[in-house]
């Protein structure tokens, strides 16, 4: 008959398998460091990259939204929560990086519907072109340009609504 209770050998036998598991676990990390933290530092690149694209795009819409506002004072209150909004995205793309230099404003057109038009058309080219970029974005990335693209989107639509209210009325 055979012995149920655990016996020093057998004790022996499992805690050393157990060491050998952790140090074989152990080196294959550390086996291969410098690719990974080449693959590592390539994909912090290209992030730093998507995200100063992005923030540029965002920070190029809010100067559209300033002259907009400048050209046609009356559209203040209703452009004014759009902006802030794009104005928070720039920095939340941005991340802990510098601002950058603020871009040159657009030409705004003289009549208040084309430049609404005009301002939409950019929000609509910013949405998709965030949509896009979702595809080479790593995860937390791809949920902040997902989240600035619904809000163009939604800008896009806010936008269209001014444009055919004012008409109505």
Known sequence: MRRTETTRRGALAATGAAAVALLTGGCTEDSAPHGR???????????????????????????????????????????????????????????????GRAPAPPAVAAERGAALRKLAAEEQRGADAHSAALLEAPPELARLLASVAAAGAAHVYLLTELLTERSDG
Request: hydrophobic residues 45%; proline residues 5%.
């Open 37 to 99: 933290d080449g693959a590592t530092a390539a994909a912090l690149r290209a992030e730093a990259g998507l995200r100063k694209r992005s923030a540029r795009a965002r920070r190029t819409l809010l100067a559209h939204y300033d002259a907009v506002v400048a050209a046609h004072p009356s559209t203040a209150g209703r452009l004014e929560p759009l902006r802030e909004a794009v104005a928070r995205q720039a920095d939340a793309l941005r991340g802990e990086g510098p601002a």
